[in-house]
């Protein structure tokens, strides 16, 4: 069993820079391909990135490639998704997933999830 718990989420003008973090206990941190979706009131949850067991491979939604960066760190156990010229449409709550396989994009095949994080961009 793996427990995800994200942070650094808060409320940013559009343009701006957000860092989130999300930190794994209680299991093999390494074994599994970790992901960031988000939600916003009302929508299912979105793929957002992805990144492979090494890190070595990483995938991206259309939507934010070239702005967001998914990276991890097996030394402290989390995995970290850089936010850059964020828009308002980009307001959501940010979820940190765990999965068995790389490529993984939708939300059943994820095994493990975190509580979220708030994410707020204003015009």
């Known amino acids: 069993q793996v427990q995800l718990v994200e942070s650094g989420g808060g409320l940013l003008q559009a343009g701006g820079s957000l860092r989130l973090s999300c930190t794994a206990s209680g299991g093999t941190f390494s074994r599994y391909v970790m992901g960031w979706f988000r939600q916003t009131p009302g929508k299912e949850r979105e793929f957002v990135a992805g990144?492979?067991?090494?890190?070595?491979?990483?995938n991206y939604a259309d939507s934010v490639k070239g702005r967001l960066t998914i990276s991890r760190d097996h030394a402290k156990n989390t995995v970290n998704l850089q936010m850059n010229s964020l828009k308002p449409e980009d307001t959501a709550v940010y979820y940190c997933?765990?999965?068995?396989?790389?490529?993984?994009?939708?939300?059943?095949?994820?095994?493990?999830w975190g509580q979220g994080t708030q994410v707020t961009v204003s015009s």
């Open positions: 997933a765990a999965a068995d396989l790389f490529g993984a994009t939708k939300e059943y095949q994820f095994k493990y």
């Open positions: 990144i492979s067991w090494s890190g070595g491979r990483t």
